[in-house]
């Protein structure tokens, strides 16, 4: 089930985001601008309840998110550059770590690390990771979070290819994908077409 962010905004940031001669501290603010708009989408369903304020005038009915705060779990090293932006926005969230890196020859996951809060299984997670390829290291770490009892995960991306798309929808049907970009294809190496190269690599500047 994707959702793929539509607004001038988001469209302008993906442009630079695809230049190859966009420069890492350029590169990594512009993931965290995205980032923060899919959080606000991804953030749409969370609950509310109803709250008593005082103004400065009089006072006021308002609402504030209810219910356990959030986690935030990058899938690393990657999603590291999409975590900072959307934990500004949820301050109360948690973070939890699943490290995933491919096997360049079988493009498949294979993890090396993962620590969790605790009490995960009775909290949303937000999942961040810039790059929905293959969809083998998401689905990987969607199945360990809910091998630990979450059952409501929301996966956050850049930029998708319909094959991570239709992975995930297979492995996971009904689980939410919010993502600025679905892209057309993948190449030969599992790379989004056109995709915006390795954001790893991008972000953190080990071209």
Known sequence: MAFVLDHPLAAHRLALLRD??????????????????LCYEAARTL??????????V??????????????????????LGMADRVLELLPDADMGHIGLYRDETTLEPVEYYCKLPADIADR????????????????????QLKKRGVRDIRLLCIVAAPQGIARMERE???????????DEDLNENGYIVPGLGDA???????L
Do not use: K, Y
Request: aromatic fraction near 4%; glycine fraction near 10%.
């Open 20 to 37: 190859r001669n966009t420069a890492p501290r350029q590169f990594r603010a512009l993931i965290g601008d995205l980032a923060a708009m």
């Open 172 to 182: 996971h049907p009904g689980l939410p994908v919010f993502c600025a970009a679905l």
């Open 58 to 79: 009089a006072e006021a009915q308002c609402r504030q998110l209810a219910g356990p705060a959030p986690v935030v779990v990058p899938i690393l090293r990657a999603g």
């Open 47 to 56: 609950p509310l309840r109803p709250v008593t304020v005082e103004t400065p």
């Open 200 to 206: 790893g690599d991008r972000i953190f500047g080990t």
């Open 124 to 143: 949303p997670v937000f999942l961040v990771d810039p790059m929905l390829a293959t969809g083998g290291s998401a689905c990987d770490a969607v199945t």
